[in-house]
């Protein structure tokens, strides 16, 4: 018998891939949201945290992003 999980395939660097890693470990073990890791730059996540993980990313960027003085 197969068992299919729908989910959202992650394709991205180690850094990035470090931090989705970090942001799943800091939940609470029932709100963990890697399926599975396939390698250090490609996993698998369940499809409801995919906009909150665009939105931590995006808010990691805008924190470590550096804009030039005028």
């Known amino acids: 018998m197969v068992n299919a999980i729908k989910g ?18 800091s939940m609470p ?6 399926v599975h890791m396939l390698d250090p730059t ?12 665009r939105s931590k990313i995006a808010e ?4 470590n992003s550096y804009e030039k003085p005028q």
């Open 8 to 25: 959202w395939f992650i394709s991205c660097d180690v850094p990035m891939a470090q931090f989705i890693v970090n942001l799943n470990a």
């Open 42 to 53: 490609h996993m698998f996540v369940q499809p409801h945290v995919a906009e909150m993980i």
């Open 60 to 63: 990691f960027r805008d924190q």
């Open 29 to 34: 073990a029932s709100e963990r949201f890697i």
